[in-house]
């Protein structure tokens, strides 16, 4: 039996529950409340020490890190593929999961809790969740929270957020202009990578993400959303768990993006 430890289908939670969906894998859910920051709490720590979503539990691994965690799934249980078979295909395919993990996921995640997520937080939920994360036992994530909370610095942030979203989205629209999938003629992972990040962008950042700028972009969401496994897995809903009507865009702060100049 698959477990799976995820959040609701937004982010790095949704790219494994696609994952599973689109290839119709049953699976024991295990919910973990991210805005309670129960990914830092000692129960979840024992099944991954980082503390973080999503984590695959197959027979005796636990296997954290979204792109490995769906990789895992191709290789164990190939049918129906998910991979490119040709080896530039592949290629292609992990290259756009460097760029999710490394400049895409932890720029959308800024800029969402700031736009959407913080916001609509009291002084008293902000007091409290500054109690929580001051017990966070992760040096770098009880940093990353405590900036994400203070608004420190948050315009140089943002606005290097924004350029690497609009960096990544240029290479996006230019991708779907060689072929309809981001790896290839065939939809693979890469496009279960990207989607849930990029399908916020027309309210994120209507100003990079619209019709005139990247109608191929848009035509693609459209595309990868009318799957029946995109579908399935968007409205999947953990046992006693709400799903917020807005749950594709429930984010909370994630690592910084990589800096390389």
């Not at 609701?8 to 290839?23: D, N, Q, R, V």
């Not at 295909?89 to 800024?110: Q, T, Y």
């Not at 606005?159 to 003629?185: D, F, I, M, N, T």
Request: aromatic share 10%.
């Amino acid at each position: 039996m698959l477990e799976l430890y995820h959040s609701w289908p937004c982010g790095h939670s949704a790219i494994a529950l696609i994952g599973l969906h689109e290839k119709g894998l049953r699976f024991e859910s295990h919910y973990v409340e991210l805005r309670n920051l129960e990914q830092y709490s000692p129960r979840f720590l024992a099944v991954n020490p980082h503390g973080h979503v999503p984590v695959l539990r197959h027979e005796a691994a636990a296997i954290a890190g979204t792109t490995a965690v769906l990789e895992y799934v191709e290789e164990t249980f190939p049918t129906p593929a998910l991979m490119p078979v040709d080896a530039v295909g592949r290629w292609k395919a992990r290259v756009w999961g460097k760029i999710l993990n490394e400049d895409i996921a932890p720029s959308v995640s800024l800029l969402a809790w700031h736009t959407w997520t913080l916001p609509t937080l009291s002084a008293a939920e902000r007091g409290r969740l500054g109690e929580q994360v001051a017990m966070i036992p992760i040096d770098e994530r009880r940093a990353e929270w405590q900036l994400a909370l203070s608004e420190t610095d948050f315009a140089n942030r943002s606005q290097y957020a924004a350029y690497k979203l609009g960096a990544a989205v240029s290479r996006v629209e230019a991708s779907l202009a060689q072929h309809p999938w981001l790896a290839g003629p065939h939809y693979s992972l890469a496009d279960i990578y990207l989607f849930p990040m990029l399908v916020v962008l027309p309210r994120l950042l209507p100003q990079v993400v619209n019709a005139p700028a990247t109608p191929r972009l848009l035509a693609w969401l459209k595309a990868v959303r009318d799957r029946p496994g995109v579908r399935s897995a968007l409205s999947f809903k953990p046992a006693g768990t709400p799903l917020p009507a807005d749950s594709l865009e429930m984010f909370v702060p994630g690592p910084e993006p990589i800096r390389w100049g």
